[in-house]
């Protein structure tokens, strides 16, 4: 485990970034190396270092890596978007995901259509059967992220063909 591999003489990123003089004993050595000074700084930028101290002294041992790698994304996504942080980045994969659910749709009925299958079915049908022969889950049951149902708000033009 990284935490318990011998380190150099230098000051972790955490104590260098703190002016502060690296002990034995520092809780930031064996999860910010000295040359993850960026990192840090992010990570003490959004959560403050006292507030990162106390948490990784709760957490145990063997789940600190796992701590700092999902501190240290958070950090960098809020400081990205700082007023969704990381529930944007999954509301715009989300949305993305259920535009390709859509354009998958379509392209299978047209060439269903195209295949000479007498069965006309509508790409927008929430019709179990549709969803089980692509699939995927009915419309109707995907709840987006504001609480709503309707994908108008989130999908384009449905009328254009897909990819365009």
């Not at 485990?1 to 003089?21: D, Q, V």
């Not at 701590?67 to 989300?94: F, N, W």
């Not at 009925?109 to 549709?130: K, W």
């Not at 419309?139 to 033009?157: E, R």
Request: glycine share 4%; proline share 6%.
């Amino acid at each position: 485990m990284r935490g318990h591999e011998p380190r150099s003489s230098s000051s972790c990123a955490a104590c260098k970034l703190l002016k502060r003089r690296c002990t034995p004993t520092c809780i930031f050595a064996p999860y910010f190396r000295s040359s993850d000074l960026i990192t840090f700084a992010k990570v003490h930028k959004v959560f403050g270092a006292s507030n990162v101290s106390k948490l990784l002294g709760e957490v145990p041992e063997e789940q600190r890596q796992e701590t700092v790698k999902s501190l240290a994304y958070e950090a960098e996504v809020r400081l990205k978007d700082p007023v969704y942080g990381c529930i944007g980045a999954i509301a715009s994969l989300q949305k993305k995901m259920l535009e390709l659910q859509h354009d998958l749709a379509v392209a299978r009925t047209r060439l269903l259509a195209h295949s000479g299958v007498t069965n006309q079915v509508s790409p927008l049908d929430d019709s179990p059967e549709l969803a089980a022969f692509l699939d995927l889950v009915p419309y109707s049951d995907l709840m987006l992220l504001d609480g709503s149902t309707s994908l108008d708000a989130y999908l384009y033009d449905l009328g254009q063909p897909p990819f365009v």
